[in-house]
């Protein structure tokens, strides 16, 4: 059996509000699971 898992890199459109932005992400996060991957993660880089 093999786990799949997504990698996200929080890079976003600085013209979109902060807001829209977390939630675009976590829609993505919702439809991971529903697609059955088993890990989700979230890159951080504080100096970008």
Do not use: T
């Amino acid at each position: 059996m093999i786990d799949y898992g997504m990698f996200l890199m929080p890079v976003h459109n600085p013209e979109k509000p902060p807001a829209q932005c977390y939630d675009e992400d976590m829609e993505l996060l919702v439809r991971s699971v529903e697609l059955g991957f088993s890990e989700f993660w979230v890159g951080e880089h504080h100096f970008m």
